[in-house]
């Protein structure tokens, strides 16, 4: 087993890396100007440029990024909130994403997973068909559309929660869009555990179960639910890292300040604030490595089969 991790944690390090790079110099040779021009003379601009290291050869620049990224140092935005520290304002913009975004995430899964375990259990009955229209609802509504009937009905029309993000009242705020953001996840893993589960429901090995004297709870959780988790896990992980890195449209509509409206002022500013864009797709690569790395773990507790396969893979 600690071979096992060894080995994925090594490969999702490189991985990062690799990816890093080619973030960094695709930033670099992008065209446009990363400094508002219209408020710059060419002479502040080459300036600027010389102080930033913008003109050195490209590793250099790479090298001397990675150092100060590694004492957790993203640098400084050229045209977003005054040139102040990108690691100060992406801190705050990732807490209230990753607030906002974990509880969507336990709350889909839960559900989610409730969902398709009822289906299961009623195949082909009416629980059944309402489980799966409710997964289909999910699925083809999006969030967005979900947290403006939400404002509509709960904000404007009852007062009962803000209509607008407020951190004065944090718990009450993330209540809209954190049900708006959990919908797609409930959706997916309720289809793919019901799914997974009447196959396994059906397979030789539950059947022997059954032949022996196995049934009810024990059998659900001991021989079909663990197994049909491995491929939902699978199907999670990405959900989860756009979670948690927040909704992009219901972040804006809602006036989140997360990191997804971050990534949308970025690009859509005044100047295409460049530190920014970098910092939030290294962001974005190593949540969705670092989950992903999780997944292969998590695999090889639920799967032993994945571990030795591993194993004689080594040899």
Avoid at 60 to 72: E, P, S, T
Avoid at 206 to 218: N, P, R
Wanted: charged share 15%; hydrophobic share 50%; proline share 3%.
């Amino acid at each position: 087993m600690k071979k096992y991790v060894f080995k994925r944690i090594l490969t999702a390090v490189i991985t990062l890396l690799i990816i890093t790079f080619l973030l960094f110099t695709l930033v670099r040779i992008m065209p446009g100007n990363p400094f508002p021009s219209e408020r710059m003379t060419d002479e502040a601009i080459a300036a600027k440029r010389e102080e930033m290291g913008l003109n050195d050869n490209i590793f250099v620049q790479f090298w001397n990024y990675m150092k100060n990224v590694m004492k957790g140092d993203f640098g400084k935005g050229t045209s977003l909130y005054n040139g102040a520290p990108i690691k100060t304002v992406l801190g705050k913009s990732l807490a209230n994403s990753f607030k906002i975004g974990g509880i969507a995430i336990l709350l889909g899964t839960f559900v989610g997973l409730v969902l398709g375990v009822v289906a299961a259990l009623n195949r082909d009955k009416f629980m059944d068909v309402f489980c799966s229209v409710v997964s289909i609802l999910g699925v083809c509504v999006p969030a967005y559309v979900f947290l403006i009937f939400l404002q509509y009905n709960f904000a404007y029309k009852t007062t009962l929660l803000p209509y607008f993000f407020d951190s004065r009242r944090f718990f009450e705020s993330t209540i809209i869009p954190s049900v708006s953001m959990s919908l797609f996840t409930m959706s997916t893993i309720a289809r793919f555990t019901r799914n997974e589960m009447v196959e396994i429901m059906d397979s030789d090995y539950v059947l022997l179960a059954e032949s022996k004297g196995m049934y009810g709870s024990k059998l659900i959780t001991r021989h079909v639910l663990r197994n049909a988790l491995i491929p939902v896990v699978t199907v999670l992980a990405p959900l989860v890292v756009d979670l948690l890195t927040g909704a992009l449209v219901v972040e804006k509509i809602y006036g989140i300040q997360g990191i997804g409206k971050l990534m949308v002022d970025a690009i859509s500013g005044e100047g295409i604030d460049y530190n920014y864009v970098l910092a939030l797709g290294i962001l974005y690569s190593a949540l969705y490595i670092g989950i992903m790395l999780i997944v292969d773990l998590v695999y090889g507790l639920l799967d032993p089969r994945i571990r030795i396969s591993s194993k004689g893979g080594d040899k």
